[in-house]
């Protein structure tokens, strides 16, 4: 799986994914000025996922932080569902934040309803860390978020 840096011309097909009705109760829906602001924001990382016969299969966006060493991973969308996207695009995230950007954590949150994404984090070594009840407003309700992670310790173990 590649990660490419998301171009302009990217955003309308990324707003495609973020509002199909398979992915909108997941993911917020952002604008196309907001994704334009995460391309030219350095600490932003908006990927957009290739696979090994060139074809996007999905999209990223990933936050570093600088000053607690942490690489979130704030919105992980796939198209192509069912082939095993969504392990390869974590692996390559994983890889990302923690042999590119030397991370100590890796983390992010999940709706406790996404049961596909919390056994793909739970299988690939994930630990859920906290529960945040009504942390977001989404979907016209107050939401409960799951907040999973990984330390570099924890990520050399499954390499």
């Given at each position: ?61 990933n936050v570093f932080n600088q000053r607690s060493c942490s690489f979130e991973i704030r919105r992980l ?83």
């Amino acid at each position: 799986m590649k990660l490419i840096s998301a171009k302009a011309s990217d955003i309308p097909w990324i707003r495609s994914l973020e509002s199909l009705d398979e992915n909108k109760n997941f993911v917020w829906q952002a604008s196309y000025e907001d994704h334009l602001s995460e391309i030219d924001d350095p600490s932003s990382f908006l990927f957009v996922h290739i696979n090994n016969h060139g074809e996007k299969v999905g999209f990223s966006l990933n936050v570093f932080n600088q000053r607690s060493c942490s690489f979130e991973i704030r919105r992980l969308v796939i198209d192509k569902k069912g082939q095993g996207y969504g392990k390869t695009s974590m692996l390559a995230l994983l890889d990302f934040g923690f042999n590119e950007l030397m991370a100590q954590r890796v983390w992010l949150d999940v709706y406790p309803d996404n049961e596909i994404g919390i056994n793909l984090y739970r299988n690939l070594g994930f630990v859920q860390e906290g529960y945040l009840r009504r942390s977001d407003f989404h979907r016209g309700d107050y939401q409960d978020q799951l907040i999973f992670s990984m330390l570099v310790e924890e990520y050399k173990n499954i390499i």
